[in-house]
Nanobody
Framework: QVQLVESGGGSVQAGGSLRLSCAAS?????MAWFRQAPGKEREGVAR????????SYADSVKGRFTISRDNAKNTAYLQMNSLKPEDTAKYYC????????????????????WGQGTQVTVSS
């Protein structure tokens, strides 16, 4: 079992930046960030393969968000720039040890391990 702990959420004005961190209790094959706004489904934001550093993003955040990792610390980061009010949500870190899954890389079902989430609020 891998434990994930997120940090770095908060409130910011539109156009601002935040950096989220996700510390894992062990190394994993893949780590990702998801978000969920009230009344909406959980949405995949970005993912990274921890060995190769290969990344992919949701279209809604491309060019504004950057996912990265520090393997020595088993930690993933999400740098969020040019934040918009529609980015307001609870952000969750997810991880998995499987190299293959029939689910898409940004599908919640692809991931076995989840953090408790951190709130991000962007005001206009």
């Amino acid at each position: 079992q891998v434990q994930l702990v997120e940090s770095g959420g908060g409130s910011v004005q539109a156009g601002g930046s935040l950096r989220l961190s996700c510390a894992a209790s062990a190394s994993t094959y893949i780590m990702a960030w998801f978000r969920q706004a009230p009344g909406k489904e959980r949405e995949g934001v970005a993912r990274i393969l921890t060995n190769s550093g290969f990344t992919s993003y949701a279209d809604s955040v491309k060019g504004r968000f950057t996912i990265s990792r520090d393997n020595a610390k088993n930690t993933a980061y999400l740098q969020m720039n040019s934040l918009k009010p529609e980015d307001t949500a609870k952000y969750y870190c997810a991880a998995d040890n499987r190299a293959y899954s029939p689910r898409g890389a940004l599908h919640p079902g692809r991931y076995d391990y989840w953090g408790q989430g951190t709130q991000v609020t962007v005001s206009s």
